[in-house]
């Protein structure tokens, strides 16, 4: 498997990315972080990178996510809102969890949120729904829609074993 090659391949796995924990709240739109190659001051920083920036990419799709190395002598992250505010973050020193809980408190969506908009979408009520463990067994039993071919039959129009024939 080509995606099984590399330093740490875990990262690429679907359930690594699904296990990740930092939801943005949808104000923030871009999540720059500035920090260096070299250096014990950016090591948690780099490592932060390293383990918790593809779960962030996973979890949050439209939020623009960029990495600005050897730029800065101290490491910071930088977060700019759909209202033209930013939030800094100062990760100077820290480890690698102390940073992805702190983002987590500031900017992540708290877990009830989470779960109201998990509930939300599993949602079944809707009408278009059909089959198994729905209200409609059938799309014939929706109104509107073609009845079912073992009520009535179809025109031979429809049918291709007809239509086959005809040419």
């Known amino acids: 498997m080509p995606f099984m090659k590399g330093a740490a391949p875990i990262r690429r796995t679907i359930q690594y990315l699904e296990a990740g924990k930092i939801v943005?709240?949808?104000?923030?739109?871009i999540v720059s972080i500035h920090y260096n190659t070299l250096g014990e001051n950016h090591r948690g920083t780099?490592?932060?990178?390293?383990?918790?920036?593809?779960?962030?990419?996973?979890?949050?799709?439209?939020?623009?996510?960029?990495?600005?190395?050897?730029?800065?002598?101290?490491?910071f992250i930088r977060c700019f809102m759909n209202n033209g505010k930013d939030v800094l973050i100062d990760v100077d020193n820290r480890d690698k969890d102390r940073i992805h809980d702190?983002?987590?408190?500031?900017?992540?969506?708290?877990?009830?949120?989470?779960?109201?908009?998990?509930?939300?979408?599993?949602?079944?009520?809707?009408?278009?729904?059909?089959?198994?463990?729905?209200?409609?067994?059938?799309?014939?039993?929706i109104f509107g829609q073609v009845p079912c071919p073992a009520v009535v039959p179809l025109p031979k129009s429809w049918r291709g074993k007809y239509k086959n024939e005809e040419s």
Not at 56 to 75: C, G, H, R
């Open 24 to 29: 943005f709240k949808d104000r923030i739109k």
């Open 102 to 141: 702190h983002v987590l408190e500031v900017l992540g969506k708290p877990k009830e949120t989470l779960q109201m908009e998990a509930m939300a979408k599993e949602k079944k009520d809707n009408m278009a729904n059909f089959g198994y463990m729905c209200e409609k067994h059938c799309m014939c039993e």
């Open 46 to 75: 780099r490592e932060f990178v390293f383990w918790h920036l593809p779960q962030i990419q996973f979890k949050n799709p439209d939020v623009q996510v960029l990495t600005l190395k050897n730029m800065t002598p101290t490491p």
